[in-house]
């Protein structure tokens, strides 16, 4: 029996579910109308004919499969073979059959296509005329050979931007990443993207060694990555070992290699090379240098140094003139007050490095906003259309419409920061939520106030601290988690904030800035003073009960969860929640920070009656030696008691996070080894917290 994509599925849901499933339930799990469900299961006890597993069904309970755990194991193997996708889909199927082109470039019969789709040769024949027209604008030719198949003529170099095209195209970052940083091949991430194209193009083994080469170099140039820039660099190589290994011969187009300047980003791509023949014991010709090269070249990045000269140089005066040029093009008129504006110069400067990379090779950028982009800015759009002629005429290499959406995001920042400085506006009050309130929403907030300093204040909270008090004090929340749907606006953003984050929280703090303070009806001044009296007495027991210890340098990181447990409670009980509860925050997401130096246990945990704030180094003072830990000297521990001071408790530990972040002070204390040093630095820090804290209520 052959099933259908739904009804695997259907099947798979249930025989991972011990009870009844509603069937209103089960298709919201698929993402399908209930109807769809029903129609489907209309077939399913002829699908199970060869299986000892009965379908069950029970009005008011729901549905589930009944049959002994091998025959349940046997029908969720043959299920879970092959690759699951809709044949009718046109779109989903010529996407496949561009992959299999890309994959395999020698001679393939129409006839191994329509066996391999299970569609007819006329509409593959239909489908091949598409693929084409797509390959056609990298330079790719489809050339059909009567009586012998189908094969690709085109340059490495069009190949290569085919391949990377195709990904940006089709690759969702965020799920790649985790299938690829989460070992467990269960679960939804990996199942997800084993389904997906581009699923189909990548080889799980070199994906997994080629993510720790190179991460396990520590580089600030691949740190500070953006999240597509990252994966898609791990993609690319992963592709390029996996032709080696099946001794696909790699040209060697000298065009490449001719002009490669021996520059930072060149001797990191043959410090990558070097890594990754070693990892896979092969050669790796000399022009993949290049290819990577120009990858990292055309990669953007979090954080751009405007220090050095890794940017482009602002007194080159050919790109001094390229940048009035583009202003003066953008608005005449106000072109002297933008060229004021040392943000704007710097940011668009940094944007500026890899786009004339991008243009001068041809590659390819994603732009997930454009849309939104034309639509609410349409009159900053096709001003920055003209200042992309502009950037055409200097690279002589058209500018795609992505990159000109990123103009716009420049230069309509440029725009707001001028209107501000007409208007009379106010300090906006954002809430950023996060399932502890202690970790990931201390980095975002951390790197909210960086980007808005004082025209923000910025409070972390946990997602059940949301209170109806809480919102009537917040302009609008930013959280990372789902969240019920409240008066209060909420932007869900990914954690890292990237781009298309921050210019939404730019529109809403540029909103609210021009909106008067929400008046106040009920009168706090009790509440208040209960607060601070709570506050001043956490303070008082994390200065109190600070703790500090040391272990051997070859600990393993399961070996200091232990050993952490012990030395927060006397009760064996209670250690194994703690553990257990680091371990699962751990797991949802590392808090090992190489580029930070240091790692950040935190947990909200019943193995606790009281705030408790630890420092754990080694006995040597130097650095751990178990690569988990990446190089890291110290280990910061953070337990949050679940208890009715569960709010304000986190609020304590969320300043101590950033204080690890921005006061490099602390870290050069606790270089030191000093337990008394150490408390008497988180004691001024908790001291201007408190303090902080106070005049926020006046």
């Not at 790649?176 to 990996?190: H, I, M, P, Q």
């Not at 007409?422 to 907030?445: D, N, T």
Request: charged share 30%.
């Amino acid at each position: 029996m052959e099933f259908t994509s739904r009804l695997k599925q259907i099947l798979s849901i249930l025989l991972k579910e011990q009870e009844a499933m509603p069937v209103k339930i089960l298709a919201d799990r698929m993402g399908i109308s209930k109807r769809t469900v029903q129609r489907e299961l209309e077939a399913i006890n002829y699908a199970l004919k060869d299986y000892e597993v009965s379908f069950m069904s029970k009005t008011g309970v729901g549905v589930w499969l009944e049959g002994s755990s091998g025959e349940k194991e046997r029908l969720l193997t043959d299920i879970s073979s092959g690759d699951n996708y809709d044949v009718t889909n046109r779109e989903e199927r010529r996407k496949r059959l561009i992959l299999e082109i890309l994959k395999e470039k020698g001679l393939k019969k129409l006839f191994y296509y329509s066996s391999q789709f299970g569609v007819s040769e006329a509409t593959i024949s239909s489908d091949l005329d598409a693929a084409g027209e797509w390959l056609s604008r990298f330079g790719l030719l489809v050339i059909r050979r009567p009586g012998s198949g189908i094969t690709i003529e085109g340059s490495e170099e069009n190949y290569r931007r085919a391949i990377r095209a195709f990904i940006n195209e089709n690759m969702d970052t965020r799920v790649v990443r985790e299938a690829y940083e989460n070992v467990d091949k269960t679960s939804s991430s990996y199942e997800s993207l084993k389904r997906s194209s581009i699923g189909q193009l990548l080889d799980d083994d070199i994906m997994m060694r080629t993510r720790d080469c190179i991460m396990g170099m520590e580089n600030a140039r691949v740190l500070t990555l953006t999240e597509n820039s990252y994966v898609g660099l791990i993609i690319h190589i992963s592709i390029a070992i996996n032709r080696i290994l099946k001794n696909e011969v790699i040209e060697p187009e000298r065009g490449w290699l001719e002009g490669a300047d021996e520059d930072e980003d060149y001797r990191l791509a043959k410090d990558i090379v070097k890594e990754l023949e070693e990892e896979f014991e092969i050669h790796i010709p000399e022009v993949e240098i290049s290819y990577i090269c120009l990858h990292i070249k055309g990669a953007k990045h979090e954080k751009i140094r405007v220090e050095d000269k890794n940017i482009i140089d602002i007194e080159n005066k050919e790109i001094k003139q390229l940048v009035n040029e583009m202003i003066d093009t953008f608005d005449a008129d106000k072109a002297y007050l933008i060229k004021q504006d040392d943000e704007f110069i710097q940011g668009l400067l940094a944007h500026l490095q890899p786009t004339l990379i991008r243009l001068q090779y041809g590659m390819q950028i994603q732009n997930p906003v454009l849309e939104d982009i034309r639509s609410h800015y349409p009159e900053i759009y096709a001003r920055c259309e003209k200042v992309a002629e502009v950037l055409q005429r200097y690279t002589g290499k058209r500018v795609p419409e992505e990159e000109t959406g990123y103009l716009t995001v420049h230069f309509g920042a440029a725009l707001v920061r001028l209107e501000e400085r007409k208007e009379k506006i106010r300090k906006v009050s954002i809430g950023v939520v996060c399932s502890s309130g202690i970790g990931i929403s201390r980095l975002m907030s951390s790197k909210l106030l960086k980007v808005f300093r004082d025209r923000v204040s910025v409070t972390a909270y946990g997602k059940n601290d949301i209170t109806p008090f809480v919102a009537s004090k917040v302009d609008f929340f930013v959280s990372s988690i789902p969240m019920e749907q409240m008066e209060t606006p909420v932007l869900f953003v990914n954690p890292l904030l990237n781009a298309e984050d921050m210019q939404k929280i730019q529109q809403m703090v540029y909103k609210y800035e021009r909106i008067p303070l929400k008046q106040k009806e009920e009168d706090v001044f009790s509440r208040q003073l209960e607060e601070i009296n709570l506050v001043a007495a956490q303070i008082r027991t994390v200065i109190k009960y600070l703790d500090f210890f040391k272990v051997d340098n070859r600990i393993t990181f399961e070996e200091l969860l232990i050993a952490v447990g012990e030395r927060m409670s006397p009760y064996s009980d209670r250690r194994d929640l703690i553990r257990e509860d680091i371990l699962r925050r751990e797991q949802i997401a590392t808090q090992v920070f190489a580029e930070l130096g240091f790692a950040l246990l935190h947990a909200c945990t019943k193995g606790v009656v009281r705030p408790e704030f630890a420092v754990c180094m080694t006995r040597d003072l130097d650095a751990y030696r178990d690569p988990y830990f990446k190089g890291i000297k110290f280990v910061f521990i953070m337990l949050v008691p679940e208890d009715e001071n569960l709010k304000v408790n986190r609020d304590i530990m969320g300043y101590i996070s950033s204080m690890l972040i921005e006061d490099y002070e602390f870290l050069d204390i606790a270089a030191r080894g000093n337990q008394e040093e150490i408390r008497s630095a988180v004691s001024r820090n908790l001291k201007k917290y408190f303090n902080k804290y106070l005049s926020e209520l006046s």
